[in-house]
T-cell receptor, first 110, second 114 residues
Framework: GNSVTQMEGPVTLSEEAFLTINCTYTATGYPSLFWYVQYPGEGLQLLLKATKADDKGSNKGFEATYRKETTSFHLEKGSVQVSDSAVYFC?????????FGKGTRLHILP | GAGVSQSPSNKVTEKGKDVELRCDPI?????LYWYRQSLGQGLEFLIYFQGNSAPDKSGLPSDRFSAERTGGSVSTLTIQRTQQEDSAVYLC????????????FGPGTRLTVL
């Protein structure tokens, strides 16, 4: 079946640190992969996506590369800011249904 | 508005009462989803509508939960005989059909069952 596993939080980092949030998946076929973000008090919004193997999605300094050989879609950012504090959800979409990971809460300390 | 809207934004009810939550998707989006997010938890899939096809109800936690989508647009999630464990934020999302397309989420309805 299709599933998403992402690292459990919370993750706490200092400002300007390097961030990696791991996400791996199991899927049949060739799903699209997404990262969604939920800032405090706000709704979920798309952060980035990749629709085929080796694609790199990027937005707001975040990047994730669709790695079919390792079935991964890790989220990275070179220098985090306090404003990046949020909950991050990895998701895959093999068809019209989207499967979400459990979310990773990120705290950035000034 | 151009986004997904949900109403009410907050609902407080007493245990045992029925509640209805409404979702207005983005015009032209054929797929509509309901999720539940409990405090500090991830997204729990509830139900999914795609066009005129039979909905995927596999995530509904009990027969007290039901949803309908009228005219391929507005959807209503109904919870009968609410229980305290139903307290959560109920999120609606819509998307253009196709796995490559992102979901657009509404702001959610915060349900509190006393």
């Amino acid at each position: 079946g299709n599933s998403v596993t992402q690292m459990e939080g919370p993750v706490t980092l200092s400002e300007e640190a390097f961030l990696t949030i791991n996400c791996t998946y199991t899927a049949t076929g060739y799903p699209s992969l997404f990262w969604y973000v939920q800032y405090p008090g706000e709704g979920l919004q798309l952060l980035l996506k990749a629709t085929k193997a080796d694609d790199k999605g990027s937005n707001k300094g975040f990047e994730a590369t669709y790695r079919k050989e390792t079935t991964s879609f890790h989220l990275e950012k070179g220098s985090v800011q306090v404003s990046d504090s949020a909950v991050y959800f990895c998701a895959l979409s093999p068809d019209d249904k989207i499967i979400f990971g459990k979310g990773t809460r990120l705290h950035i300390l000034p | 508005g151009a986004g997904v809207s949900q109403s009410p934004s907050n609902k407080v009810t007493e245990k045992g009462k029925d509640v209805e939550l409404r979702c207005d998707p983005i015009s032209g989006h054929t797929a509509l989803y309901w999720y539940r997010q409990s405090l500090g938890q991830g997204l729990e899939f509830l139900i999914y509508f795609q066009g005129n096809s039979a909905p995927d109800k596999s995530g509904l936690p009990s027969d007290r939960f039901s949803a309908e989508r009228t005219g391929g647009s507005v959807s209503t999630l109904t919870i009968q005989r609410t229980q305290q464990e139903d307290s959560a934020v109920y999120l609606c999302a819509s998307r253009i059909s196709g796995g490559r397309n992102e979901q657009f989420f509404g702001p959610g309805t915060r349900l509190t069952v006393l």
